[in-house]
Structures are given as C-alpha cells and as structure tokens.
C-alpha cells in the first residue's frame, strides 16, 4: 500500500509513514485540500489531516486506514463497454439537485482506487465483526469483492462521470405519436438494508424537437438503478434525466419491483410488489393520453 503511493490526486507526496492503522502523506504542495480528509474515512483524520502545516512547513493528510495484508486489491477495475458522457452526466446531476430529487451524496474526493481500498478494508471489519474467520480461503477474498463490485458495478451509477452516452437526433419526421419501451429491467439495491430491488420500468415520451435511441432509455434506467435507491427517488431521477436529455415534460415512467428487504426479511411478504409512477406534460394532463399509455402497461403487467 505505501509503496503505491507516489502521489495522491496528482499532488506529489514527499514523505509517507503508516503507523498502524493510518497512513500519514506529507506534501509541500497547497493543494491537499482539507475536503480530502474527510473524517469519515476514519475516526481521527480530522484531528490529524485537516492540510495544516506541520513544524517543517509540510501539509500532512491523513490518507486512509491501511487494509489488512490479506486485502489484495485488484488493479484492474471492472470495465463496462457502453460509452460515457461526463459532461451530460453533471448537467443531469445539477438538474436534479434543481428538482430536490438528487441522491443525499457528499464529495469524499476519493478516487475508485481509494474506494475500492477503503470498502474491503471495512468489509473486513464486519465480517469479522460477525465471527467469520477471514484466514478461511473460502472468505479471505470477499473482501475485495464486494469492493470491486460497490464500485465498479452496482453502485456505479453514484459517479455522474459514468452516465452513459445520449445522443439526441433532430425529430427531422416529426413523429408526435407515443413511444414507449417496455419491461426494461431493474435491478437497484435499496437503501436503507442494501439488498435487492428487483422489477421492471415502462418508460414513454412524446418526441418534441429529439428523438432518442430506445436502448439509451435502457441504459438512463440501468445508471440510476446502479446506486442505493429508494424506488420514489429512481422514478423520479430517470424522468427528469431523460425530461432534461429529450428537452419534453411529456414522459412516463412506471416502474413495478420486488423488494428482497420485503420478501426475505421483515414481514417476509414473498408475493407483494410496490408500483411508482412519474407522469409529465401531456401524460399528466390529457386524460386520452394517459389511458393509452397505462393501457399498453398494462397489458405488460397482467400475467
Ligand atoms: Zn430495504
């Protein structure tokens, strides 16, 4: 670990030494930020690394707690093949903070590497907390999985950086009729336990001046599916993303799952589902519209 750190977020570090649990990175450099070091990462990075300077005009950070020596981590990150477009993805992120329908985050001003260190770090701790023996070949790596998976896969859409390519066309044809994609599959984690949500979204617009590729939708659903939910809060996201991509508040998004902290836990209610809907424009407010939409959803939902 300490020999992988040459440099933190393109600062150049001078000197590092660990003591324990914690590394501690020396700069001369202005740069290391005290939103760096946040304390979350640790119970007494505040105290320590808040970039002041120390006796010898050093800024010291406290960079993270180092991981056990069974915590390998992988250098090689999960690579997703669909395109990204980071600037869209932060226009949509401040659109949505503009509508009050963003995900509670903060910066931590990590990186996925760091991430990734940080989570199987603390992973450990609670499968040790549990009495899990992390000696045991089965378990040692589950670790560095689970981080792998956080971060690289279902909760990847918590990055803005990784929204996925939206290209728009001109509506050239004028086509103004409804356009609805069906059975788009949800696969989220909720919130407040961390398991499974698992369902279905039928998204419909009424082109204006863009028309999108219909996986594209697929992939605006999967990007805010891959976060912590609540499935209010995913509704509403993939309609103001997309009212905000296709510049129309004509959209619909039904989206009908299985909560697993429904099903398995709690009132172990293994046949309910839970149904949201976000309605705009016309599918709010002309009732001939609504019905054709909720009638060809329907004819999905009924088994
Ligand atoms: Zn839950």
Redesign the pocket.
């Known amino acids: 670990m300490l020999g992988k750190l040459p440099e933190v977020q393109g600062v150049p570090v001078r000197r590092q030494f660990s003591d324990g649990n914690t590394v501690h990175c020396f700069s001369n450099s202005m740069t290391l930020t005290p939103r760096f070091v946040n304390p979350a990462l640790n119970g007494h990075a505040a105290k320590l690394g808040n970039g002041q300077v120390s006796g010898d005009g050093e800024h010291e950070l406290v960079l993270l707690t180092s991981p056990s020596p069974d915590l390998i981590l992988d250098d090689e990150p999960i690579t997703r093949s669909q395109k990204t477009d980071p600037e869209l993805g932060q226009q949509v992120a401040e659109f949505l903070i503009s509508k009050g329908v963003a995900t509670p985050q903060i910066e931590t001003g990590l990186d996925e590497t760091q991430k990734r260190t940080l989570i199987a770090h603390h992973f450990a701790r609670i499968m040790q907390a549990l009495g899990l023996d992390l000696r045991d070949d089965s378990l040692a790596d589950t670790p560095r999985r689970v981080a792998q998976m956080y971060v690289d896969e279902i909760f990847y859409g918590l990055d803005w950086r990784n929204f996925p390519k939206c290209t728009t066309v001109e509506n050239k044809m004028g086509y103004s009729s409804m356009v609805v994609e069906r059975n788009i599959n949800v696969q989220s984690n909720?919130?407040?336990?961390?398991?499974i949500?698992d369902g279905r979204a039928h998204v419909a617009y009424i082109p204006q001046k863009k028309v999108l590729g219909l996986s594209k939708i697929n992939r605006v659903v999967e990007y805010f599916a891959k976060r912590p939910q609540i499935q209010e809060r995913l509704t509403e996201q993939i309609f103001y993303a997309l009212s905000y991509i296709l510049e129309t508040e004509d959209i619909a998004v039904v989206i009908q799952a299985k909560?697993?902290?429904?099903k398995s836990r709690?009132v172990e209610d293994v046949n309910s589902d839970t149904v949201t809907s976000k309605l705009g424009g016309l599918f709010l407010h002309s009732t001939a519209t609504r019905s054709e939409f909720m009638r060809v959803v329907n004819t999905v939902i009924a088994p």
């Open positions: 909720c919130e407040h336990h961390f398991v949500i909560h697993y902290c429904v709690g």
